[in-house]
């Protein structure tokens, strides 16, 4: 995949209003992206998918949802408020524009000193020493704008699992081992954004906090990064696309004994989809020290007292949903074969999504859109089957155009109401990777049908 693909993606998702710019009537806000009709419902598909699969089935997991704003003091104990959290920046004095220095490759020769760089932008030698710029969005809350009302949006949703350690022990009863699960919004002051929604300031992390005994950790990584992996497979991307890439210790985040990412082979290369974490007992030691609560785990059985270790696996659903449009984004040349919708045979864009991830997961179409009949038995399709699934209607364009219009937006299944519905009740399914049509079914056993299509 190359830099084409990636244009094709972002003209497909404005076009078809899966993702807009933010605030774009008013040229737009770096860094900030709107989810359009279809994009707001595969973003909450691959979420509902998430949560069945890490909550709803496992009985060693509980799912809260906290505040994006917390006390100042959580940062100053998680050390987001100190050089932990903090990129180095470097500014062009020619073109004036900022840097991440990480992001930016060292340049060759003995004419150059170490921390020189080339700015990407206008080509003048950035000779400046890096400094620490810390990510951290801030706010004021109350009346009055002062120090004292300073408060920040959080950068990762972590740290209310770990605040809320002892609510959720004491109210559900959890015993080591076991989870605590949020999906959330998060914001960080990125110094560059781009490639899409790969990097923006504000973006939605999913993770799970797994608490053991410090004994287990690894036995522990080693479990939630296979489950981790098997759950991206599970959404249908493909396993020669995902890597992994264990952290160097110098690279190391300043809360983890270890780190793994699973990197996705983006249209510009391989970058981090996801990762998981050894973040031993650095998170409940620090918050034990800064608000004196103690959030050391009881063991019944002999009555010891410890802090657990925590496995942190996570992953940005906006990075998971631009991994997902990539990895189905597919493209017939000539135009597929058996449908004539296509004269000029130009490529034709298929979504293969996952089923289950569909945006719409049926369209009801009606062969022809002047008889009466056949509009009006359609809206009757229509109207049964929105009980049951997302479902489109679309009556303009020639039949096989239609279909075009579904495949792109990946549609797995399109009913077509025809003459022979008015005299039997039954329809024809189409199916979006195959493009057959297997049997005719009746109207009444529809929703059936397609749940058990689905579910296969
Ligand atoms: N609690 C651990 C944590 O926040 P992280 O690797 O900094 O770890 C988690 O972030 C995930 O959030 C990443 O794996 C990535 O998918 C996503 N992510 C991080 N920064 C992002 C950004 N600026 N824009 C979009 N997604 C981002």
Redesign the pocket.
Known sequence: MDNNTMQKIISLSKRRGFIFPSSEIYGGIEGFWDYGPLGSLLKNNIKKLWLENFVQKRKDIVLIDGSVIMNTKVWQASGHLSAGFADELVECKKCKKRFRFDHMEELKGKEFEKNWRKCPECGEIIKEIPRKFNLMLKTFVGAIEDDASRAYLRP?T?QSMFTNFKNVLNSSRMKLPFGIAQIGKSF?N?INTGNFI????E?E?A?IEYFTNPKDDEKFFDLWFKEWNDFILKLGVKKGNLREKEHKKEDLAHYSKRTTDIEYNFPFGWS????V?NRTDFDLKQHSEFSGESLKYLEEEGGKEFFPYVI?P???I??LFLTILADAYSEISGGRAGEKSNTKQEAEVVLKLHKKLAPITVAVLPLVKNKKEITKKSEQVYDLLRNYFVVQYDETGSIGRRYRRQDEIGTPYCVTIDFDTLEDDTVTVRDRDTMKQEERVKISELPEKIQKYLND
């Not at 790969?198 to 300031?201: D, G, L």
């Not at 981090?272 to 990762?275: D, P, R, Y």
């Open positions: 990762e972590a960080r990125e790969f990097r923006s300031r973006f992390i993770e981090e989809l996801a990762g974490a942190e996570t992953i940005g906006d990075r």
